[in-house]
Every structure is written in structure tokens, then in C-alpha cells.
């Protein structure tokens, strides 16, 4: 069974024992908390820790931007659904050897010329092309934004804030969530055969 937005923030809204809401655009304070954090909150649970399943792998070409020898002079553009790059390597491995590089915007530098193999944490919005473990954490996440405005009950904001911890460290625990730059784990995407695992 298809998971869905209105799915995770009713599972926030259990969190803090509050009842169900019928729609995110529903005319009721619940259903406008949600509405307005939903999206941010994602986003930045996605950007806060390498989560292997939205691990992303793509080849992009440079430009040189006439810098000379030795300087960060090729620029290649990232992906339009990138939330963060991960560190660059020669082979575009997470194993392999880091090239010097910087980001400005949605930009990266680098002294290597293209094609470049980068990876990078995705903006993924589809509920069902999440790890569980990420929609623990979600849900948790949610709960804590709108628990104090909702609730009013500084209690809930502990409850919320157990139940994120809880989340994460299950995520860590489990290798969803990769462990600085060399652990890298086959992805959810990649276990099940799905080729968005790797774009180009």
C-alpha cells in the first residue's frame, strides 16, 4: 500500500496524541501546521545526514573557467535535484582517492577536468521512494515543529524529541544513514534494482 504525505502527517499528529486530519489542506490548525513544514522539514532531514537511499550518482561535464594550472578553474553544474554534493573523488567512488574541490551556489570546483562523477544527496519528495527508517525520522521531525504551537504542552515537545532520537539512532544503527565519507553500504534503490539509483 502506497504511502502518502497525508499518511506522515497524520503519524506526527499520533506522536503527540493528537487526532487525525482528513486532508494537509483540510481548514484546521493541524492541517495548516503540517502544510507549512512539511516540505522544509523534509528537505533538511534529507540534507542533515547522508541517507543511503538518496544517494545519487551522476556524470557531469565542466567548464573551464580559465583559472590556469593548479587552481579550482573547471565548474560543473549540479543536478537539479541535488540538496548537497558528497565529496568528490577521482573514480566517484566514496572509497577513492578526494580531489580538491568547493561549491558557490549550485556550482562545484575542481582542479580535475570533466566528465565528473559526483554523488550527492537527492531531493526525493515521493513518500514511497524512502527508507522506513527516513519516515521515522520524518514523522518524528514533524512532530516536533508543530508540537508546541499545536499542543501547547512543553511535554510533547520531549515526547517528540525522544521519538526523533529513537529514529536516528535506528537509521544509524541499521546503515541507512552513511557514516562519514568511506562507509558506503548498497542502496535501498540500488538492492531493489532500480536504475534512478544512477543518473546521468
Keep these: 500500500m502506497a504511502t502518502t504525505p497525508l499518511d506522515i502527517a497524520n503519524m506526527a499528529l499520533a506522536v503527540l496524541d493528537e487526532a487525525p486530519i ?14 507549512l513544514h512539511f516540505d522544509l522539514t523534509r528537505e533538511g532531514e534529507l540534507t542533515r545526514h547522508a541517507w543511503v537511499f538518496a544517494i545519487l550518482s551522476a556524470s557531469v561535464t565542466g567548464a573551464d573557467t580559465g583559472g590556469g594550472d593548479g587552481t579550482l578553474n573547471f565548474a560543473y553544474e549540479l543536478p537539479a535535484d541535488c540538496l548537497r554534493p558528497m565529496p568528490p573523488t577521482h573514480n ?62 512543553s511535554g510533547m515537545i520531549d515526547v517528540a524529541r525522544a521519538a526523533y532520537d529513537r529514529a536516528v539512532d535506528a537509521a544509524f544503527t541499521a546503515n541507512a544513514i552513511q557514516r562519514g565519507g568511506r562507509s558506503y553500504p548498497a542502496s535501498w534503490t540500488i538492492q531493489r534494482g532500480d536504475n534512478r539509483a544512477y543518473r546521468r
Design 22 to 35: 482528513d486532508s494537509l489542506d483540510q481548514d484546521v490548525k493541524a492541517a495548516r501546521l503540517l502544510n
Design 92 to 153: 566517484g567512488e566514496p572509497d577513492g582517492i578526494p580531489i580538491s574541490w568547493r561549491q558557490e551556489a549550485g556550482l562545484i570546483y575542481s582542479d580535475q577536468p570533466g566528465p565528473l562523477a559526483i554523488r550527492y544527496v537527492a531531493n526525493l519528495t515521493d513518500p514511497n521512494d524512502w527508507d522506513a527508517l527516513f519516515t521515522e525520522v520524518l514523522v518524528a521531525a514533524l512532530a516536533i515543529k508543530i508540537a508546541h504551537p499545536l499542543t501547547h504542552k
